[in-house]
Every structure is written in structure tokens, then in C-alpha cells.
């Protein structure tokens, strides 16, 4: 299934923690080390990470998960705002309240499986996100977004000591979580959280979800009740996302209703998908992808690409200028709906199974020379 | 009752655009078992076909102005007035009616492709794929538009003969002051003749006698001779043509811009579960319902009961039906049943 597979569990996360934790030295030649982009990345693949273990493990396409990921943020600022800048009680009310409404949510939704499903988890994600900009403006802020400000009460924070001059910033027993800092606390994260995956797609109850995604009605036959676990299987992955939901708030306490568009859902599941569904690995290969080539790709303008192709004659450089101008800067859109096509189209299985099929045919083509070195002999 | 009336007639309005959308969406799930996520981006390129034939009518040259003598000034003429004078003017008033004799072979031509290019290699493929793979397709044809148009929601307007308001109340005794739009009542007279001229065209004509018979069993009209797989694409070009007269017959109403397609999708989609999943007949009913149902919430004596009642409503009742008949409104036994 991966690579590491021989491995021990030990090993695997040992490896994909020094591998994690190194990502601003072996990112520097790509131009990705920054710290806004490596909090994305690791951000993003919690978010990934869980809900791969819905959708990975039990085939269960929700369209709604960038509402736990808005109510984990919401909850993050809601928190800043009245008890303490440190982020710690935020990511554990952000993570609770997720889980609460994903438990809500699952429990309806879980009735129905297949494409009804899916309707369900949009419909109700419609519903939190029409809400955001209405009736709940008093907890949302409606279109300005949720934010800290000067005389917001902090009851922790200033029973402790006097409030400073300024927006203070979030912090960890007095470590600020802007830069660098931030991120090695969200890789931190990461490596919890994929722990916990990597555990889960290993247990008992990861092998019944398993099942449950190859033939649900043969599970029932087997007098196998599958709804608890669908249920869990959907809190667990919603409680990912609200804790990704905290991390974007606690590297940037601003939240917006934007991120529970179902468009957001969307960008989940093309990331779980070009990575490669229901493996370990896959979800964060897509997300690392997906944020990296937006990065570039909205970076770029017709200035840009006129420089870039310079070295033609005057004609083929404004033809070719002409030809990549709709596919950078704002048409990035345009780019990732035809890169997300054509994983759909080709390759199902996403990146993961890509990389197995170069393998796979390495392995026969080098077994066969081996055969005929064999033979000769 | 004024408002109840004038909003019973906007849900009209708004369950039209609905139910032709979904219309078009259970035609294709029907015919070819393809859920089709891209059907709203098809509504999007039939109200960017007014919008095209509008610009292209209206291109212009610059004239001097000859009411300001002082200076030159340059005023914008459309070639057709420069051309035709005042028929050319006419013409370019109709714009959005006219768009219809162009937005039909144009939608019917990239329903074809839509369906010939892609949505054929994925019939055997699950549902999630499929799911994926349109919503792909709908993203790109979406930045496409983007791209040409820009981000901005284009005003493109009714003829003038019907951009005021019909006095609705004189003609049924209610009084002056309850008008209503004329182009809305004609956008509603249309989808009303669209829907029935497709129903008339499945229940009277021998090919869509062949059609509903290849939507009950697929195999055994196969085994007639009868090549249903052209008879199902043509289908799908027929939805493409639905969505895109809608979306063109919107325009007026709703100033199109790129994700005006993605925004009814959503709508329709949980319309056409509501109705029951390949069920024509439950597609119309919902579409109208839900619309009916969103205008008469968002009343201010409705939402100062239940305030935010006319954001979630339409959802709410997906929900509550979706649970209770797992089957939507209308649904046929045996049709994507887990």
C-alpha cells in the first residue's frame, strides 16, 4: 500500500516526522520555504489527512467538510477573543465543537449512503454557510469576517497581567506563532494527527471501515452493524478539520465564511484525489502539490511569461505569451480544473498509483533482464 | 395578500429556472446513468450566449457626435444602426429573444461534444467518479467564461416593449399597485411551453416512445435493433439545449456571471433528489415547489417568525424528505437505491 510498508510503524513516523520537520531545508531549492506556505502545507494536510479517513477508508464522498473547517476557525477566535491568546484552549474548543456538529451532522447524513449522501453533507453545508452571512452575523461578523480587536474582554489573559498596547498575537506559554515558529507548531500537529491516522488505518476499526467500503451489505449480513461506525468514521475526520480550522486561525486570527463555501469542500477532495484516495501518503502528496502549484501559478503574470520566454524570436513569444496567459495569475482555476480532470480521466487512483505503476513496471523490466542474464548464463 | 400573490409568482419565476435545470439533469441521470455536475455550467453558457449575441449586435463605431459642435466628440455607434437605422436599433432591443435562434444549435452542439468527448468514457465508472470528473469539467468551462467576461455580473436587458411592469392587479380585480414584471411573466410562460414541449416530445413522438422504453429497459430495446446509445446522446444534447434556453431566457432577469452556473447546480441538484432520483415528472414538481417555498419564506412575516428561514429552506426540506421518502417525492422503485 506504501512505501514504508516493511517498516515498522515506529520507523514510518519517525521517517515522515524528520521528513516534515526538515521541509524549509529540502523545500529552499523549489522556492516553497517560506513560512505562509509551509503553514499552508502542513495545514492543509491535516485537513486532507481526515478526511481521507472518511472518504479513503469507507468511500463516503462528503461535499461538506469546509464546515468544520469554518467552525473550527470560528471557534479558534471565539477563543482568542474572550479567554486567552494561547492557542492550546483553542485548538481543544475548535476540535470539541467540530466534533459536536460533525456528530450532528453524521448522524443525519449516515442514514442515507451514495450520492444521496453526498447531497445530504452539501445540503447541510449550504445551510451553516447561507447562516454565516444571516442570521448568525452576531457570532460570524458576516462578510468582514471574524477578527481580533483592541477591547475584547480575554478574561484569562488579562486577569494575569495588563493588556498591552496593540493586537496581541497568539502564543504558546509565550512563544509567538507568527513565522517559523508557527509552522514547526503545526508540523508538530501534523505529525500527531498523522499518527493517529496511521493508527486508525491499522486497527480493527480501520479494517471494518475497509470492509465497509468494499461491500457494506455483505458487513451486514455478517451481523456487523455499520452505521456506529460510519458515524465515528465522520466525527474523527470532522474533528480533523476543525482542528486545521484552529490552525489557519491561530497563524492568522481572521475568519471568514468563505472557507465553508462548498467550493472549499471541493478543493479537499481534489487534493485527497490527485494524491491518491485511501492511501497514507496520498492526501499529503496532494495537498503539497495542489498549494505549491497555486503558489507559482497566481504568482505569475504576462510580465512574467514574456520574460520567461524571451529567449524566442519576438513572434513565438507573444503566440506562446497569448497561448499561457488564461492558465496563470487569476485563471489558476482554469489550471487546476484541467490537472483535476485529467487525474480523474487517467489515473483514478491519483499520484499513489501512479508512482506504483512506474514501479511496477520497473520491477518486470528489471526481473525480465534478470531472466535473460539467467538464461544466457 | 398583494405579497403573498406577487411572491407566489416570484417562486413561479425561480422554480422555472429550477425546474429546467433539473429537468435536464434527470434526463441524462435517466438515459445515460450519469450524474452530471457540469448541467449547471451548461445554464451559465446559455446566459453567456444572450450575453455574446448582445455584444456582437452592439459593436460599435466611433462618430462624431454632432450635438457638440464646440469640440470633437466622439459618441459610440452600433454598426447595425450605422447599417439598417432604425430596424437595426430593433434589433439590437431584441437581442436576448433573438439569442435563442443562436444559443439552440450552439448548446445543442456542445451537449454533443460534452457527451461524445467525455461524460461516454464514464458510464461504467461509479457514481463518485463521475461526480468528480463533471464537477472538473464545470470548474474549467466556468474560468473559461471568467476569463472572456471577467469577474463582474453583466447587465444585459429585456426589449424595451417589456421592461416595465404589467398591471396584474387591474386585470384581476385587485387594484393598481400589485404589478408585476413583464419579462418575468413571459420567462414564465416559456419554461411553462420548454417543459411541456419536452414532455409532448417524449410522450408523442415514436423516438421518444424509444427513449422512455430505453429508460425502463436499456437492454431489451437494444435487442430490437434499435441503436439507443445516438437516441440517449441526443438526449443529452436536448438537456444542453434546455439548460441553455433557460439560462439565456434568465439573463434579463438575473445579470449572468461566472458562477451563476455553480449557484443553481447546487439548487437543482437537491431539487432533483427532492423529486425523486429519475423521475421527470417529480423534477418539475420540486423545482416549482422549492421555489414557491423560498419566495413565501423570505416574506418579512415569515422571517421575522423564523429569521434565516429563507437562506435554509430549500435545504431543510432536502433533508426532511430525504429522511423520511428516502425515495424524493416522486421516485421509481429500484432507482439508485444504495
Redesign the interface.
Known amino acids: 500500500m506504501n512505501i514504508f510498508k516493511k517498516q515498522s510503524d515506529l520507523t514510518t513516523i519517525l521517517v515522515f516526522a524528520a521528513g516534515v520537520l526538515t521541509m524549509p531545508i529540502w523545500l529552499d531549492p523549489i522556492g516553497a520555504n517560506y513560512p505562509d506556505l509551509l503553514q499552508k502545507f502542513v495545514i492543509f494536510g491535516i485537513f486532507a489527512v481526515g478526511y481521507n479517513i472518511l472518504f479513503g477508508l469507507t468511500?463516503y464522498?462528503s461535499f461538506g467538510h469546509a464546515v468544520f473547517l469554518g467552525v473550527g476557525s470560528y471557534t479558534a477566535v471565539w477563543s482568542f477573543k474572550l479567554f486567552t491568546m494561547n492557542v492550546l484552549p483553542a485548538m481543544l474548543f475548535a476540535t470539541l465543537i467540530s466534533g459536536l456538529i460533525a456528530a450532528a451532522i453524521g448522524f443525519?447524513s449516515m442514514?442515507?449512503?451514495?450520492?444521496?449522501f453526498?447531497?445530504?453533507t452539501?445540503?447541510?453545508a449550504?445551510?451553516f454557510y447561507?447562516?454565516a452571512?444571516?442570521?448568525?452575523i452576531p457570532i460570524t461578523n458576516g462578510e468582514t469576517g471574524l477578527q481580533l480587536r483592541m477591547h475584547d474582554i480575554r478574561i484569562i489573559d488579562n486577569y494575569f497581567s495588563d493588556p498591552l498596547p496593540g493586537l496581541p498575537s497568539t502564543e504558546l506559554f509565550g512563544m509567538s506563532m507568527n513565522g517559523y515558529s508557527g509552522f514547526y507548531f503545526c508540523a508538530v500537529v501534523l505529525i500527531l494527527a498523522f499518527y493517529v491516522a496511521m493508527k486508525i488505518f491499522r486497527s480493527p476499526f480501520g479494517m471494518k471501515l475497509k470492509a465497509i467500503k468494499s461491500n457494506?451489505h455483505r458487513m451486514r449480513y455478517v451481523g456487523s452493524d455499520t452505521r456506529p461506525y460510519l458515524i465515528t468514521a465522520f466525527i474523527i475526520s470532522g474533528m480533523f478539520a476543525g482542528l486545521a480550522g484552529a490552525l489557519l486561525a491561530v497563524t492568522d486570527p481572521l475568519a471568514g465564511a468563505e472557507r465553508m463555501q462548498?467550493?472549499a469542500s471541493?478543493e479537499v477532495?481534489l487534493m485527497t484525489?490527485l494524491g491518491g484516495v485511501g492511501t497514507l501518503f496520498g492526501p499529503l502528496i496532494g495537498v503539497g502539490v495542489i498549494k505549491y502549484l497555486e503558489n507559482i501559478f497566481s504568482a505569475i503574470n504576462e510580465a512574467v511569461l514574456h520574460n520567461f520566454f524571451s529567449f524566442m524570436p519576438l513572434w513565438a513569444e507573444n503566440l506562446l505569451v497569448a497561448i499561457t496567459v488564461?492558465f496563470v495569475g487569476?485563471?489558476w482555476?482554469?489550471t487546476?480544473?484541467?490537472l483535476?480532470?485529467i487525474i480523474?480521466?487517467f489515473l483514478?487512483g491519483g499520484l499513489m498509483e501512479g508512482f506504483q505503476k512506474i514501479k511496477k513496471r520497473y520491477l518486470t523490466i528489471s526481473m525480465k533482464d534478470s531472466e535473460s542474464t539467467t538464461k544466457q548464463e | 395578500m398583494d405579497s403573498i400573490l406577487i411572491q407566489l409568482l416570484n417562486g413561479l419565476d425561480k422554480g422555472g429556472a429550477y425546474a429546467l435545470i433539473a429537468l435536464g439533469l434527470t434526463l441524462v441521470f435517466g438515459t445515460l446513468g450519469v450524474?452530471n455536475f457540469a448541467h449547471g455550467a451548461l445554464f451559465l453558457i446559455g446566459a453567456f450566449c444572450a450575453v455574446t449575441f448582445q455584444k456582437i449586435l452592439t459593436i460599435s463605431k466611433k462618430v462624431l457626435d454632432p450635438n457638440i459642435t464646440y469640440f470633437d466628440a466622439y459618441i459610440e455607434q452600433p454598426y447595425l444602426e450605422l447599417w439598417f437605422g432604425e430596424t437595426g436599433l430593433a434589433v439590437i432591443d431584441y437581442a436576448v429573444p433573438l439569442s435563442i435562434i443562436v444559443t439552440i444549435p450552439t448548446m445543442m452542439l456542445i451537449g454533443l461534444t460534452m457527451e461524445r468527448g467525455?461524460i461516454r468514457?464514464f458510464y461504467k465508472?461509479t457514481?463518485?467518479?463521475q461526480?468528480?470528473?463533471t464537477?472538473?469539467?464545470?470548474?474549467?468551462l466556468q474560468?473559461?467564461i471568467?476569463?472572456f467576461f471577467g469577474a463582474n455580473p453583466i447587465p444585459t436587458p429585456a426589449p424595451d416593449i417589456v421592461s416595465g411592469s404589467a398591471a396584474i392587479g387591474t386585470w384581476i380585480g385587485l387594484g393598481e399597485n400589485f404589478v408585476y414584471p413583464w419579462w418575468r411573466l413571459i420567462y414564465l410562460a416559456s419554461a411553462t411551453v420548454i417543459i411541456s414541449s419536452v414532455f409532448a416530445f417524449l410522450h408523442l413522438t415514436t423516438f421518444g416512445m424509444v427513449v422512455r422504453a430505453g429508460m425502463f429497459n436499456r437492454q431489451m430495446v437494444a435487442f430490437l435493433g434499435i441503436n439507443v446509445q445516438r437516441k440517449f446522446t441526443i438526449i443529452f444534447g436536448l438537456a444542453a439545449v434546455v439548460a441553455g434556453v433557460a439560462g439565456a431566457m434568465y439573463a434579463p432577469i438575473l445579470p449572468p456571471d461566472y458562477h451563476m452556473g455553480?449557484d443553481f447546480l447546487?439548487i437543482s441538484?437537491?431539487i432533483v433528489?427532492v423529486g425523486g432520483?429519475g423521475s421527470l415528472r417529480g423534477a418539475v414538481a420540486a423545482g416549482f415547489l422549492l421555489g414557491i417555498l423560498q419566495s413565501l419564506a423570505s416574506m418579512t412575516v415569515v422571517s421575522s417568525l423564523l429569521?434565516?428561514i429563507d437562506?435554509?429552506i430549500?435545504?431543510?426540506v432536502?433533508?426532511v424528505i430525504?429522511?423520511t421518502r428516502?425515495r424524493g417525492l416522486m421516485g421509481r422503485k429500484g432507482v439508485?437505491e444504495?
Open positions: 468511500g464522498l443525519v442514514r442515507r449512503s451514495g450520492i444521496y453526498s447531497i445530504l452539501l445540503a447541510f449550504q445551510m447561507n447562516l452571512y444571516s442570521v448568525l457494506q462548498w467550493t471541493g477532495i484525489i488564461p487569476e485563471g482555476h482554469l487546476l480544473g484541467i483535476f480532470m480523474i480521466i483514478p | 450524474v467525455l468514457h465508472r457514481h463518485a467518479e461526480i468528480l470528473v464537477f472538473g469539467l464545470a470548474i474549467v474560468e473559461i471568467r476569463h455553480m447546487v441538484f437537491v433528489v432520483m429569521p434565516g437562506q435554509i430549500i435545504y431543510l432536502a433533508v430525504l429522511l428516502p439508485m444504495d
